[in-house]
């Protein structure tokens, strides 16, 4: 029997095996301990875990909220909207940034002398210095330089721009607007399909029809037929000074637009150093054989180098998204209601649950890195080189 | 691509530590809870968590020490269990992180403007000993806006300073007067107070004991007033853990011992004296130490406990008018009950 043991144990393969169960036998033990330590500790304390905190009223108020939400909703709710106001400022925050930091790599890599050392210092100054930095720095600028909303800004008569935020006109959907939203969706439909029509017919014969500027027209005039048919179902809200405040339009606040913006300016910066990256990587024999049978110099950066350049950029541009996903937390600096500063902010101090809605924040940002990571990766698979 | 990790930040910083104080608070949870007294003793200071910066109630004077009249407390609950005010180490604490780190031992207690309520005492496992200064919410505005009650506040911007019962009140006081408002949570007092001079904010609200003090740590105090309505009730006052009834005793007698010398007009000038001395009145006699006071062997005191707070940080109002009257903050309901307040202190027998 002693015999067989140290047989198995001198095969590599299953040593390999033995070494790795007992590893995650002292990880499982590890873990079950911990758990095992809080709930005791947490017994002793007469403190118990539950959730139950989730499904009584809030109390609280929140200034920006994307799905209706009032002060007696419930913590569960003012969570989701904290939720969806993270979602908020890391969706436009990544659109930002990625065409930022794209046009940004390209300016890097120009042979204009000014232009390359402009992006280059850009580069430098940016991302050495912190993303606190940064949020502080623009809404600083904001509240300090803009004027007070009785001496604001007006564009137009219908905008304003104050030290509370931005107030613009905001459109208001009425009866007939159905019409629109249904041509809307037509417009794409007939772009995608005009697209794959019109690359096959290119495969075939060679020809190449003005896609672009067709699907333009196309999804901007479809739905402005539609707006006429029905005689403008669109009003607008105009934004009203009342009192201390402007009342009605749209407003963006100060902690929106600097949390936005800040992040946005912030990953360019990484994003373009990526972009660079990414080009640099495909061989310059590529750009010489593009240039050689003639294709115009966007030509070749649209067609041969960047679609390969792609393949490089995508995974490191995978966690740049992650970071200002996750830097977003920082919003509470500022003051803006994210998931932080609601879920594990003032519900964590109304209900003194705070190992409850910490463990929630931790799965909430989890979760959403993994989505960011698997759509990205669902690209990446997609673009990546066929091998042949 | 260069590798620079952004993983800036204080606030990741501040969920680590968030989450590294419950872990260490619920794993030697078992050694704090009881023999509290013995624990300070054997250390030989007293932890105190504090506030992270409100003039008069906590903040560091030129030479760095911290004054103010919650710091006044801790000082007093060294002088009865140590014998030396001086032996307290401080802890500042966030209003968001102030129960937590009381919870992982990070103080024996919590002497930070903190409102007693209901949730707070029963739900997270906590005693209230006392109370040491009656509160309200109140409002501050810039006189330059015209506002004269809090009741003209219809749209206004408001700047909030998060983690309080501020941000309930708030939200009862706006909806019982049916009136809209923006909220603006920041973190700390000292940024709050930016916004507010930026203008962000048309009102700063907070405990009007706050209010008072950060007016006063304007470049012009006198641009600005605090509203007349108080809109909530916020009796603060030091917190201990559950679980330790020797400790809990010990702290709330400290501050009934500094409310009775002011009613006995015992004061850091006159205690030695009235120590040294019979008295007329029996209680003093037995408060500084001269008649034995039955019991007090069991709190683990020693007879001059009380002399020892009194002569080194002074009674009551001695704390008062040294940390909150440069604030201009009036003693109103923080007078004794005799002179029209709320402190009604039991017998010393």
Same mark, same amino acid.
């Given at each position: 029997?002693?015999?067989?043991?140290?047989?198995?144990?001198?095969?590599?393969?299953?040593?390999?095996?033995?070494?790795?169960?007992?590893?995650?036998?002292?990880?499982?033990?590890?873990?079950?301990?911990?758990?095992?330590?809080?709930?005791?500790?947490?017994?002793?304390?007469?403190?118990?875990?539950?959730?139950?905190?989730?499904?009584?009223?809030?109390?609280?108020?929140?200034?920006?909220?994307?799905?209706?939400?009032?002060?007696?909703?419930?913590?569960?709710?003012?969570? @989701?909207?904290? #939720?969806? %106001?993270? +979602?908020?400022?890391?969706?436009?925050? &990544?659109?930002? $940034?990625? =065409?930022?930091?794209?046009?940004?790599?390209?300016?890097?890599?120009?042979?204009?002398?000014?232009?390359?050392?402009?992006?280059?210092?850009?580069?430098?100054?940016?991302?050495?210095?912190?993303?606190?930095?940064?949020?502080?720095?623009?809404?600083?600028?904001?509240?300090?330089?803009?004027?007070?909303?009785?001496?604001?800004?007006?564009?137009?008569? @219908?905008?304003? #721009?104050? %030290?509370? +935020?931005?107030?613009?006109?905001?459109? &208001?959907?009425? $009866?007939? =607007?159905?019409?629109?939203?249904?041509?809307?969706?037509?417009?794409?439909?007939?772009?995608?399909?005009?697209?794959?029509?019109?690359?096959?017919?290119?495969?075939?014969?060679?020809?190449?029809?003005?896609?672009?500027?067709?699907?333009?027209?196309?999804?901007?005039?479809?739905?402005?037929?539609?707006?006429?048919?029905?005689?403008?179902?669109?009003?607008?809200?105009?934004?009203?000074?009342? +009192?201390?405040?402007?009342?009605?339009?749209?407003?963006?606040?100060?902690?929106?637009?600097?949390?936005?913006?800040?992040?946005?300016?912030?990953?360019?910066?990484?994003?373009?150093?990526?972009?660079?990256?990414?080009?640099?990587?495909?061989?310059?024999?590529?750009?010489?054989?593009?240039?050689?049978?003639?294709?115009?110099?966007?030509?070749?950066?649209?067609?041969?180098?960047?679609?390969?350049?792609?393949?490089?950029?995508?995974?490191?541009?995978?966690?740049?998204?992650?970071?200002?996903?996750?830097?977003?937390?920082?919003?509470?600096?500022?003051?803006?209601?994210?998931?932080?500063?609601?879920?594990?902010?003032?519900?964590?101090?109304?209900?003194?649950?705070?190992?409850?809605?910490?463990?929630?924040?931790?799965?909430?940002?989890?979760?959403?890195?993994?989505?960011?990571?698997?759509?990205?990766?669902?690209?990446?698979?997609?673009?990546?080189?066929?091998?042949? | 691509?260069?590798?620079?990790?952004?993983?800036?930040?204080?606030?990741?910083?501040?969920?680590?530590?968030?989450?590294?104080?419950?872990?260490?608070?619920?794993?030697?949870?078992?050694?704090?809870?009881?023999?509290?007294?013995?624990?300070?003793?054997?250390?030989?200071?007293?932890?105190?968590?504090?506030?992270?910066?409100?003039?008069?109630?906590?903040?560091?004077?030129?030479?760095?020490?911290?004054?103010?009249?919650?710091?006044?407390?801790?000082?007093?609950?060294?002088?009865?269990?140590?014998?030396?005010?001086?032996?307290?180490?401080?802890?500042?604490?966030?209003?968001?992180?102030?129960?937590?780190?009381?919870?992982?031992?990070?103080?024996?207690?919590?002497?930070?403007?903190?409102?007693?309520?209901?949730?707070?005492?029963?739900?997270?496992?906590?005693?209230?000993?006392?109370?040491?200064?009656?509160?309200?919410?109140?409002?501050?505005?810039?006189?330059?806006?015209?506002?004269?009650?809090?009741?003209?506040?219809?749209?206004?911007?408001?700047?909030?300073?998060?983690?309080?019962?501020?941000?309930?009140?708030?939200?009862?006081?706006?909806?019982?007067?049916?009136?809209?408002?923006?909220?603006?949570?920041?973190?700390?007092?000292?940024?709050?107070?930016?916004?507010?001079?930026?203008?962000?904010?048309?009102?700063?609200?907070?405990?009007?004991?706050?209010?008072?003090?950060?007016?006063?740590?304007?470049?012009?105090?006198?641009?600005?007033?605090?509203?007349?309505?108080?809109?909530?009730?916020?009796?603060?006052?030091?917190?201990?853990?559950?679980?330790?009834?020797?400790?809990?005793?010990?702290?709330?007698?400290?501050?009934?011992?500094?409310?009775?010398?002011?009613?006995?007009?015992?004061?850091?000038?006159?205690?030695?004296?009235?120590?040294?001395?019979?008295?007329?009145?029996?209680?003093?006699?037995?408060?500084?130490?001269?008649?034995?006071?039955?019991?007090?062997?069991?709190?683990?005191?020693?007879?001059?406990?009380?002399?020892?707070?009194?002569?080194?940080?002074?009674?009551?109002?001695?704390?008062?008018?040294?940390?909150?009257?440069?604030?201009?903050?009036?003693?109103?309901?923080?007078?004794?009950?005799?002179?029209?307040?709320?402190?009604?202190?039991?017998?010393?027998?």
């Amino acid at each position: 029997m002693s015999f067989n043991l140290l047989k198995i144990w001198r095969n590599e393969k299953s040593r390999e095996i033995i070494v790795q169960i007992i590893v995650l036998i002292i990880f499982g033990w590890f873990i079950s301990w911990l758990v095992g330590n809080v709930s005791g500790n947490f017994e002793k304390l007469g403190k118990d875990l539950s959730f139950e905190f989730l499904f009584i009223p809030a109390g609280y108020d929140i200034n920006q909220y994307l799905i209706s939400y009032n002060n007696r909703d419930s913590h569960l709710r003012a969570a @989701v909207v904290g #939720l969806l %106001n993270t +979602g908020l400022v890391a969706f436009f925050g &990544i659109i930002i $940034a990625t =065409i930022f930091g794209l046009f940004l790599g390209v300016l890097r890599l120009s042979k204009n002398w000014l232009a390359n050392r402009i992006a280059y210092w850009y580069v430098e100054f940016t991302r050495n210095v912190p993303i606190l930095l940064h949020i502080l720095l623009w809404h600083g600028i904001i509240i300090n330089t803009l004027p007070h909303p009785k001496q604001a800004i007006d564009i137009l008569d @219908v905008s304003y #721009l104050t %030290n509370r +935020g931005f107030y613009i006109p905001k459109p &208001i959907a009425e $009866a007939g =607007i159905e019409l629109f939203y249904l041509f809307t969706i037509i417009a794409i439909i007939f772009a995608i399909l005009f697209n794959k029509f019109s690359k096959k017919r290119q495969e075939n014969t060679g020809k190449q029809m003005p896609v672009f500027w067709i699907n333009l027209m196309v999804i901007i005039l479809f739905p402005c037929i539609a707006l006429l048919l029905n005689n403008f179902p669109i009003s607008f809200s105009i934004p009203e000074l009342k +009192g201390f405040n402007f009342r009605g339009g749209l407003h963006l606040s100060p902690e929106l637009i600097a949390l936005t913006f800040a992040l946005a300016i912030y990953t360019a910066a990484f994003i373009a150093e990526i972009v660079r990256a990414g080009i640099l990587a495909i061989h310059k024999g590529q750009r010489e054989a593009a240039e050689s049978i003639g294709l115009k110099p966007d030509k070749v950066m649209n067609l041969v180098i960047l679609p390969q350049a792609r393949r490089v950029i995508i995974p490191p541009l995978t966690s740049q998204y992650l970071n200002l996903t996750k830097n977003s937390s920082l919003a509470i600096a500022i003051g803006y209601m994210d998931l932080v500063a609601t879920l594990g902010g003032i519900s964590l101090n109304q209900t003194g649950r705070e190992m409850e809605t910490m463990v929630l924040v931790l799965l909430i940002y989890l979760c959403i890195s993994l989505s960011i990571s698997s759509l990205m990766n669902w690209y990446n698979y997609r673009v990546k080189l066929v091998d042949r | 691509m260069k590798c620079h990790d952004n993983s800036y930040g204080g606030l990741k910083m501040k969920i680590k530590a968030l989450l590294a104080a419950s872990v260490a608070g619920v794993m030697f949870a078992g050694s704090v809870l009881a023999g509290t007294l013995d624990d300070v003793r054997a250390r030989g200071k007293l932890n105190c968590i504090i506030n992270t910066g409100l003039a008069g109630f906590a903040a560091p004077d030129d030479k760095g020490n911290w004054q103010g009249f919650d710091v006044d407390f801790c000082k007093a609950v060294a002088a009865a269990v140590l014998g030396d005010a001086n032996k307290v180490s401080y802890t500042t604490a966030t209003g968001k992180t102030r129960f937590t780190k009381l919870a992982a031992g990070e103080g024996e207690i919590l002497s930070r403007n903190t409102t007693w309520t209901f949730s707070r005492d029963v739900d997270l496992a906590q005693t209230f000993i006392g109370v040491n200064y009656y509160d309200g919410q109140g409002f501050m505005v810039p006189k330059k806006l015209g506002v004269k009650s809090a009741k003209e506040l219809d749209g206004a911007s408001v700047c909030i300073q998060t983690g309080t019962t501020t941000e309930l009140n708030l939200a009862e006081f706006f909806a019982g007067n049916k009136m809209k408002y923006n909220p603006v949570p920041i973190e700390t007092n000292a940024e709050a107070q930016e916004l507010y001079k930026a203008g962000r904010c048309d009102v700063y609200t907070t405990d009007a004991s706050g209010l008072y003090a950060t007016k006063m740590s304007f470049d012009n105090p006198d641009a600005h007033i605090v509203l007349p309505e108080i809109v909530s009730k916020e009796p603060l006052g030091p917190v201990v853990r559950h679980g330790d009834d020797q400790w809990a005793d010990i702290v709330s007698w400290v501050l009934r011992a500094m409310m009775a010398a002011e009613e006995k007009g015992i004061t850091s000038k006159n205690v030695k004296k009235l120590a040294a001395q019979d008295n007329k009145d029996k209680e003093i006699n037995r408060l500084l130490g001269k008649d034995p006071l039955q019991g007090l062997s069991k709190l683990g005191l020693s007879a001059d406990w009380a002399v020892n707070v009194i002569s080194q940080v002074g009674n009551y109002a001695e704390s008062f008018e040294r940390n909150l009257y440069p604030l201009t903050i009036v003693r109103g309901m923080n007078a004794l009950y005799r002179d029209g307040g709320l402190h009604y202190i039991p017998p010393i027998k």
